[in-house]
């Protein structure tokens, strides 16, 4: 399990850098889509834009980004409201360690408690086991396979598609009301 002295938190703009390097490092922008050398620039944008619809958290150890998890919106039609896509990336050093984990229950708990999402959708290679596993332990089932889905170091990949539904959605509570 994970050092209790890694902080996780809201990402700010501040980590621009930090994530930036995280994203592209070795063990990590290979199972992403993230170019390798993008520039920080790129996401300085992203975080300055401030948005409650998305959750974007950060792990930090010993004053390192070790970790990047967040929900994002995937298309502004009101009918796609309450859909998120999900993002994860654990440090080569810091991954099987259950911090993946730690970033995926909080991710769950923003969604499911209080930001009213009910699919949560994601798109991972169909070789990550890692990334399947904690997906799967975490609720999420195979929705269908992508042929040459994204070009991998040379190699077109196969990648899963995944979504989990709100396990206990909400509902309207009558039994507190008038008589
Ligand atoms: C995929 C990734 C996010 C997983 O995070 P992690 O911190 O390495 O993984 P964790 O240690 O928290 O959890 C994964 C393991 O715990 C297990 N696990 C996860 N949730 C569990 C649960 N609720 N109960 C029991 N076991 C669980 C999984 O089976 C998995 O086991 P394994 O490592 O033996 O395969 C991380 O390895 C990573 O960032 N990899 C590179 C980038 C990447 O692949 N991102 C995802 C792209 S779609």
């Known amino acids: 399990m994970t050092d209790n002295a890694i902080v996780v938190r809201s990402a700010e703009p501040a980590d621009s ?3 930036s390097e995280l994203l592209g490092s070795r063990g990590v922008f290979e199972q992403l889509l993230q170019m390798p050398d993008a520039p920080v620039a790129s996401r300085l944008e992203s975080l300055r834009a ?3 619809q998305i959750c974007r958290l950060v792990a930090i150890d010993d004053g390192r980004i070790v970790a990047h998890a967040g929900l994002h919106k995937t298309q502004t039609s009101p009918r ?3 859909v998120r896509g999900l993002g994860i990336a654990v440090a080569a050093s810091h991954q099987g360690q259950g ?10 708990a923003w969604a499911d408690d209080w930001g009213a999402v009910l699919r949560i ?4 290679y169909a070789d990550n086991q890692r990334a399947i596993s904690l997906y799967t332990h975490s609720g999420f089932v195979e929705e269908g396979r ?3 889905y994204a070009l991998r170091d040379g190699q077109f990949v196969d990648a899963v598609s995944m979504a ?6 909400p509902r309207l509570d009558h039994s507190g009301g008038a008589d």
Do not use: F, N
């Open 121 to 124: 959708e994601l798109w991972v």
């Open 80 to 82: 796609r409201q309450h």
């Open 146 to 148: 992508h042929q040459a």
């Open 17 to 19: 850098e930090g994530i």
């Open 164 to 169: 989990r539904l709100h396990p206990r959605p």
């Open 50 to 52: 401030t948005d409650q």
């Open 99 to 108: 911090l993946g984990r730690i970033l995926m229950k909080r991710l769950l």
